[in-house]
């Protein structure tokens, strides 16, 4: 079915990760639906070791400037946009010095996670959904890869519940086996200060926790890794959201 708007929201794509199975499924469902003829932006976040000279990154003056206050601070949304190489695809990238300079994703060369780490998804959350917003495009299909994506919904459903932006929009979660890290204990009065809470996820905030609790806010959650973690699996088949064991990249369109 082409002529859809087409949203993914990921953490990793090929070229920009490599020799992760998220960002090869990514990369593929991506261009199949372009190259089928549907309105499909990628966005992500533009962590350290992605080299903007390597992918030609430029930012978008029309969309950066914003600020998002994150536990009271206001820190400042940069949106860089490249094209998919050798393909006519745009990729925005959420950029803010603070969070997304350095060089790691989320353990340092010790392979402690990043106390921020909560900080850094929810600035990605609100800055995708915001600058979408800011592109006045409305997507049909948004679709979530990666658990800093897993905010996205928990927002959407909370925080932006009377903005009739996205009403319309199906979300689908795609499940991975990530590295599970602890959050910050304190996330709950970061998320208090935007009007969420009573979230499970709070009781032992961490990466898996949030993805889990994110399967609440979607329409369809999909298996990413076709053989999913003992947890995850055991979320995935209780969960009361529908849901579609690991599909082939041919076969994506079927869903949306």
Do not use: C
Request: charged share 30%; hydrophobic share 40%.
């Amino acid at each position: 079915m082409p002529n859809q708007k087409i949203l993914y929201i990921t953490t990793e794509m090929y070229p920009y990760q490599e020799d992760t199975n998220m960002a090869a499924v990514v990369n593929k469902m991506a261009l199949k639906m372009h190259n089928e003829g549907n309105d499909v932006r990628v966005f992500m976040p533009r962590f350290g070791q992605i080299s903007e000279r390597k992918f030609q990154l430029h930012e978008v003056i029309r969309l950066s400037g914003m600020n998002i206050i994150i536990n009271d601070l206001d820190q400042p949304l940069i949106i860089k946009v490249a094209s998919l190489p050798g393909e006519r695809l745009q990729v925005y990238f959420i950029d803010n010095d603070e969070y997304f300079k350095r060089k790691q994703y989320y353990f340092d060369d010790e392979g402690k996670a990043f106390d921020d780490n909560d900080e850094r998804a929810i600035f990605f959350a609100r800055g995708v959904i915001e600058t979408i917003k800011k592109l006045n495009w409305v997507p049909d299909v948004i679709h979530l890869n990666g658990w800093m994506a897993s905010f996205v919904p928990i927002y959407l459903k909370t925080y932006y519940e009377s903005d009739t932006y996205f009403k319309d929009a199906k979300i689908v979660l795609s499940l991975y086996n990530e590295k599970d890290a602890a959050l910050d204990q304190n996330i709950d009065e970061k998320l208090k200060f935007d009007n969420i809470s009573g979230l499970k996820a709070l009781d032992n905030p961490s990466v898996k926790t949030f993805v889990i609790e994110s399967m609440n806010y979607v329409d369809m959650v999909v298996k990413g890794d076709e053989f999913l973690d003992e947890d995850l699996d055991k979320a995935f088949n209780e969960t009361a959201t529908p849901t579609s064991d690991y599909l082939t990249v041919d076969s994506i369109n079927q869903l949306y």
